[in-house]
């Protein structure tokens, strides 16, 4: 039975997870957090710097190890920004605390996958409500839906 207080795309969401654990039992260990990944995740990483060195008009921070790159034409990055290595390539607004605690999710992402990282993210698809790396990052710090307060 559906529990009426769970969102409605809760259930799509629990099955892209389950898809997604399926998916990397069928990757070979070895190029999951391991020395190979960390290559994919500095080539993904040298990728977001040239690109937000390039285009970026704004400032650009750190914060708990990941870059961000502030004022990009919204042409350079999809949605409201795009984590590349250790990179957040952004518009000109100040990205929240849980936007930023999403983004060091993605980059933790991409150390554990590196090059795997943008194919895995393409299959999973472009609908954040069904992507796991997504919903792995928190749907809710990433804007993709309201914030729910449970009493």
Request: hydrophobic share 40%; aromatic share 12%; net charge positive.
């Given at each position: 039975?559906?529990d009426?207080?769970?969102?409605?795309?809760k259930?799509?969401?629990?099955?892209?997870?389950?898809k997604?654990?399926?998916?990397?039992?069928l990757?070979p260990?070895?190029l999951?957090?391991s020395?190979i990944?960390r290559?994919?995740?500095w080539w993904?990483?040298?990728?977001?710097m040239?690109w937000g060195f390039?285009w970026?008009?704004?400032?650009i921070t750190?914060?708990e190890?990941?870059?961000?790159?502030?004022?990009l034409?919204s042409w350079a990055?999809?949605?409201?920004g795009?984590?590349v290595?250790?990179?957040?390539?952004?518009?000109p607004?100040?990205?929240?605390a849980?936007?930023?605690?999403?983004e060091r999710?993605?980059m933790?992402q991409w150390?554990?996958?590196g090059f795997?990282?943008?194919?895995l993210?393409t299959?999973?698809?472009?609908?954040?409500?069904?992507?796991?790396?997504?919903?792995?990052?928190g749907?809710?710090?990433?804007n993709?839906?309201p914030r729910?307060?449970?009493?």
């Amino acid at each position: 039975m559906t529990d009426p207080h769970e969102p409605h795309w809760k259930h799509d969401a629990d099955q892209a997870l389950i898809k997604g654990r399926r998916i990397d039992h069928l990757i070979p260990p070895f190029l999951l957090d391991s020395p190979i990944s960390r290559v994919g995740y500095w080539w993904g990483t040298a990728v977001g710097m040239t690109w937000g060195f390039i285009w970026s008009r704004g400032k650009i921070t750190e914060s708990e190890g990941l870059w961000v790159f502030r004022g990009l034409p919204s042409w350079a990055f999809p949605r409201g920004g795009v984590c590349v290595g250790r990179c957040f390539l952004t518009g000109p607004r100040v990205p929240s605390a849980a936007v930023l605690k999403h983004e060091r999710v993605h980059m933790r992402q991409w150390r554990r996958y590196g090059f795997l990282m943008p194919l895995l993210y393409t299959i999973a698809g472009r609908n954040a409500l069904t992507n796991r790396f997504e919903i792995e990052a928190g749907l809710e710090d990433g804007n993709y839906v309201p914030r729910h307060h449970r009493a």
